[in-house]
């Protein structure tokens, strides 16, 4: 797919969106496009913006949703994916230093704050939080997500973290692979029926818990009683809005309370569990030795090193928001992350290139929060899923027209 883009931006006072062939170049589809952003609804940032650009026949894109509340590891696991995919991800060249995008060789990935369509102080105003679906611009993330998906390029707003105000747009080239991450990509169902696999992290209340106040007291200062007031306070409207959308992923990674330490309250020991629809189109589902059985496995014998409370994995069949599911857990944390390659010999279906490859992967990333435990070694695990479904999308792809022409 070739991708092009000439364009410039001034202001537009009109709120429209309309894209006219105007001429051919270089064998590329020009248009004139008007982009707009969510100005109408945000009280500090009026500005509509008008770009001239060649956009390029495509359409080739495959879009991943990563869902999760904030703190639960989303940029952790992004940052799992595009190691996959090889190559560092990096913001776009020469853009804003607050984006909030990453940009690899395949990946692209948009966090979806980026449309949120009420600063920090429209809000405020209005008592609502970035939970709330007032506070995002749900059609403008559909129809750039759509743009996307069909090789056309956007021009994107950026939520700056730092000062709570929506910045100038960033214009974003359809990639192979675009991820949309945040609160809401599975939310609105255009968008979501626009993903072509979706992932949830579902993060219990008692690690979450635990994760913030080690992030947020060591690194940014916040006491205690802050911390706990920050979640109790997004809580009803994480609830109403966030927490339903993992009825509609094809894998959610759960992560709760170990149940090998009695009356555990450290969050340190997880049991994170991989819970993976059936029936997904390029989607098949790990399994531990035996597809469809109902397995449970203390691997702490002579290959793994288990200290105490030691490692259980457990396997089986299941349903889930009226889904059937295959689900693999795994409970404890590994002594050794080489002697990996002893649990991963045991797994099928992982879509690895070469044997070892998953405990490659964890020893190359032994740093990431995670990598002792379930929620690396799943995160890696769907990682390698993703590259097999976008490898699959693209061969089927490419052999279509072949078909086509055979008939
Ligand atoms: N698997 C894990 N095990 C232990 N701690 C974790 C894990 N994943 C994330 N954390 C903790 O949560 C913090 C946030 O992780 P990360 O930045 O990946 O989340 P995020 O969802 O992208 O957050 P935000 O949306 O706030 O930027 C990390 O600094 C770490 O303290
Ligand atoms: O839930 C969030 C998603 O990451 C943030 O709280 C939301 O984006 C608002 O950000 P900020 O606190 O920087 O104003």
Same mark, same amino acid.
């Given at each position: 797919m070739a991708v092009c883009t000439v364009y410039t931006v001034q202001p537009l006072n009109t709120s429209c969106s309309i894209s006219t062939p105007t001429k051919t170049h270089m064998g590329f589809n020009q248009k004139q496009v008007f982009f707009f952003n969510n100005?109408?609804?945000?009280t500090n940032n009026n500005t509509r913006f008008r770009g001239n650009k060649i956009t390029c026949s495509g359409g080739d894109t495959i879009v991943i949703g990563l869902a999760a509340d904030s703190g639960c590891g989303k940029s952790t696991f992004m940052r799992r994916l595009t190691s996959v995919f090889g190559g560092a991800a990096s913001p776009?060249?020469?853009?804003?230093?607050?984006?909030n995008t990453l940009i690899s060789d395949t990946t692209t990935v948009i966090c979806l704050d980026d449309y949120h369509s009420l600063d920090r102080t429209g809000r405020k105003e209005k008592g609502v939080?970035?939970?709330?679906?007032?506070?995002?611009?749900f059609d403008l993330m559909y129809q750039q997500v759509k743009a996307l998906k069909d090789g056309v390029a956007v021009e994107k707003p950026i939520y700056n973290h730092v000062s709570g105000l929506l910045d100038p747009p960033e214009l974003i080239k359809p990639p192979k692979i675009l991820v949309i991450e945040g609160l809401h990509p599975m939310y609105d169902q255009r968008v979501r029926d626009l993903l072509d696999f979706s992932i949830y992290l579902d993060i219990s209340n008692e690690v979450k818990f635990a994760w913030k106040i080690q992030r947020d007291m060591a690194e940014r200062g916040h006491s205690l009683e802050s911390i706990k007031a920050s979640i109790e306070a997004r809580k009803p409207d994480f609830d109403a #809005?966030? %927490?339903?959308?993992?009825? #509609?992923? %094809?894998?959610v990674i759960e992560v709760l309370p170990t149940r090998l330490i009695p009356d555990d309250n450290e969050g340190k020991v997880l049991r994170v569990k991989l819970i993976m629809k059936e029936g997904v189109k390029y989607f098949n589902p790990v399994y531990l030795f035996d597809e469809g059985s109902t397995v449970s496995w203390i691997p702490c014998g002579r290959k793994l090193t288990c200290s105490y409370p030691g490692i259980k994995f457990a396997y089986g069949p299941d349903t889930y928001f009226g889904h059937e599911v295959s689900v693999l857990e795994m409970d404890g944390q590994f002594d050794?992350?080489?002697?990996l390659i002893y649990v991963e010999s045991h797994l099928s279906n992982i879509s690895t290139k070469f044997y070892g490859e998953i405990t490659q992967q964890m020893l190359k990333h032994a740093d990431f929060p995670g990598s002792n435990n379930g929620t690396g070694l799943f995160q890696t695990i769907v990682g390698l899923k993703i590259r097999d479904l976008f490898e699959q999308i693209a061969a089927s792809k490419a052999s279509a027209p072949l078909e086509a022409t055979k008939a």
């Open positions: 100005s109408s609804k945000n776009p060249k020469g853009g804003n230093p607050d984006s939080t970035a939970l709330d679906p007032r506070a995002n611009d #809005y966030i %927490d339903p959308q993992k009825q #509609y992923a %094809d894998a050794r992350l080489d002697e």
